[in-house]
């Protein structure tokens, strides 16, 4: 069309009318599809039609596009009005229009109920509201670091405007002058339970207005030449970051269904779904698209694409074992030696997040390095989560450090969705396990493991001392996926072999689910992970003293088996699981889980946190929960003896 773009400053009548037919021709199709499946939600994707049409019409992309680096960006914030967005891309032409319409919602079809980023033409998978603005801003962010033109328009609902991530989002993007994101509220103010006036009263247009963005208001949403007119001034007039706040009417287009939020969420039924068709002037031609569904035949589905990038790895550093330092410095140096290694070549652009935390997280020195690359969102976790993980999909190499009871817990819904689709984000989390006793129970993070253990996607890695931390963050940035490496505070002595060199040290190369026997022993084995291996170490030494040989076998791919290593250590007589993680869900319970699945017999110990700690020096806190090496090594001692 001529008005690609938005350039013009209205549309013409040509335009105008194939935009209207084709938003018609939509909303028979979201009626079909959601009258088929017998569940949907019609009303908002119809409300939202003419941002579809005009969107996906005009914006700067295209079937042939959906891999193209400089493309516009459309996010669905509302993913649940997903019949509204497969109708308009498969008139567009993304896939076949019938495949959609009649396979809606089916087992096996990759067309389900919310918006996905393996349907083409789909930017992100959304459904948990106020995810959207997130992704919209990690994406808009990149198009500085790609060199790249692009806008990024986001469409939501008025209810989600409700959520506290969306602020952080909206403050977010007003600080970094994101003015090529333009986010359009489909204000039909009517939710689940009613009218979002009541349900929760809210000033949207004062509350953009608040964090610095440009409001335009658009009395009527469904007008395909006032939606215009708002995003022509949006994309060409303001130099901020723009929300437009379109007045809709849920279920446009059907009178009986208008203005009721019994449609938000429900299917029509057969019956009325045909006579909604004949108001429309659509065809009825439910009873072959019947028949098409009950013939659908089930196939892979496709991974989410992720843009290859090119990163140096850099020289890896070598910490001595005669002087102690931690893990979390180790990390930090090491972030600052890849951005010292890729700046100014022919490498893909690093980015880190950050929460308020450098000084404690160690990312100031990639700081000095990059300052532009680093990202300084505030105490904004929620969204810098999705945030940092949509930027990860874009062609950049996405770093997001973080205290662990942030990082991990507080966070849980942002990195489940990041694994949708199919991120690949690097997630730095410190002040990991009891290694962090004195800020006490609400900080001491205890489920590092446990918590992205349900989570499909992600690779653990819980590095034993700086030398191995180091290693670890190389391979991450070199290696697709999401991966999160947790580490404590402490400073700690490197670990060393039996010859005293550092035994991460030198040519030493980290690979991902990979168990090394840092002490060979035949009568016990100690399997732990992180701040514990040096205290696995000594527990061994005292045991040594007592006629016990006893082998320590650091495990830090945690969720990743090494089967050759835990069949190697279940030979021993004990073995013990030493961790600083809740004993029910961490280390101990994937090597038992090992051990049972193989038929594999040993005296089975299980030695970590039982309950919620105290504020105390982390020795301190180790031996209130009667994991200190002294009261291991007994217990240790004592299974020994009566297996044997």
């Not at 918006?115 to 994406?139: D, F, H, I, K, Y």
């Not at 964090?211 to 022509?232: Q, R």
């Not at 990979?514 to 696995?536: L, N, Q, S």
Request: charge should be negative; aromatic fraction near 8%.
């Amino acid at each position: 069309m001529k008005e690609k773009g938005f350039k013009l400053p209205a549309l013409s009548a040509e335009s105008r009318k194939i935009l209207a037919e084709q938003a018609r021709l939509c909303r028979g199709d979201v009626l079909k599809m959601t009258t088929l499946a017998g569940c949907g939600h019609p009303g908002g994707s119809m409300s939202s039609m003419e941002m579809y049409v005009l969107l996906w019409n005009l914006a700067n992309v295209a079937p042939d596009m959906v891999h193209d680096l400089g493309r516009d960006r459309i996010i669905v914030s509302h993913g649940h009005t997903s019949p509204g967005v497969y109708s308009v891309l498969g008139r567009q032409g993304y896939f076949a229009i019938e495949d959609a319409v009649a396979h809606f919602r089916q087992a096996g079809s990759v067309f389900e109920g919310h918006v996905e980023r393996t349907v083409p033409g789909v930017e992100w998978s959304t459904g948990n509201l106020g995810q959207g603005l997130s992704a919209a801003c990690g994406m808009a962010l990149c198009a500085r670091f790609l060199k790249k033109d692009f806008q990024v328009y986001v469409v939501m609902g008025d209810g989600e405007q409700q959520k506290g991530q969306i602020v952080e989002a909206q403050r977010f993007a007003a600080k970094y002058g994101l003015s090529n994101i333009t986010v359009i509220v489909d204000r039909n103010f009517l939710q689940i339970s009613g009218d979002t006036r009541e349900v929760m009263p809210m000033d949207i247009e004062a509350q953009y207005a608040a964090s610095g963005w440009e409001v335009i208001s658009v009395e009527d949403g469904n007008d395909l030449d006032e939606l215009y007119a708002a995003l022509a001034r949006a994309v060409g007039e303001t130099s901020k970051p723009c929300a437009i706040i379109a007045r809709t009417v849920m279920s446009k287009g059907v009178p009986f269904m208008e203005n009721k939020e019994e449609w938000h969420g429900k299917a029509l039924p057969e019956a009325d779904c045909r006579k909604a068709l004949a108001i429309l002037g659509v065809e009825d031609d439910i009873d072959a698209l019947k028949a098409k569904r009950a013939s659908l035949v089930q196939a892979a589905h496709p991974e989410a694409y992720l843009p290859a990038i090119k990163i140096n790895a850099g020289k890896a550093r070598t910490y001595p074992c005669d002087k102690k330092s931690d893990n979390r410095g180790a990390w930090g140096s090491a972030i600052a030696d890849l951005a010292e290694a890729n700046k100014g070549v022919d490498s893909s652009p690093i980015v880190v997040f950050d929460c308020d935390l450098a000084s404690s997280v160690r990312t100031g020195d990639f700081a000095k390095v990059l300052p532009d690359n680093f990202i300084q969102a505030g105490i904004t976790e929620h969204s810098s989560a999705a945030m940092a993980g949509a930027a990860s999909t874009q062609g950049v190499l996405s770093f997001w450090s973080d205290f662990g009871a942030f990082g991990t817990d507080e966070t849980y819904n942002q990195h489940r969705l990041n694994d949708i689709n199919g991120s690949s984000l690097k997630t730095v989390i410190t002040h990991c396990g009891t290694d962090v006793g004195e800020d006490g129970k609400t900080h001491q993070c205890i489920d590092y493991v446990g918590t992205f253990r349900n989570i499909y996607g992600y690779h653990v890695i819980v590095p034993a001392d700086p030398n191995e931390t180091d290693r670890a963050v190389r391979y991450a940035a070199t290696h697709e996926g999401n991966f999160v490496i947790a580490m404590g505070r402490s400073k700690l002595a490197p670990v060393a072999a039996a010859d005293g060199t550092p035994f991460f040290g030198g040519d030493y190369e980290f690979e991902y689910g990979k168990a090394e026997f840092i002490c060979e022993g035949a009568d016990v084995c100690i399997i732990t992970m992180g701040a514990m291996v040096p205290r696995a170490i000594k527990v061994r030494e005292i045991l040594a003293k007592k006629g016990i040989s006893a082998a320590v076998l650091n495990m830090s791919s945690p969720t990743a088996t090494d089967r050759g290593a835990l069949t190697k250590a279940a030979k021993a007589s004990v073995v013990a699981v030493y961790e600083d993680h809740n004993v029910r869900t961490g280390l101990a319970a994937v090597v038992s889980e090992f051990f049972c699945e193989q038929g594999l017999s040993a005296c089975f110990l299980r030695f970590g946190v039982q309950h919620y700690a105290s504020s105390g020096t982390p020795d301190d806190v180790l031996l209130s929960l009667g994991l200190d090496v002294e009261s291991v090594a007994l217990s240790i001692e004592t299974a020994f003896k009566t297996a044997r």
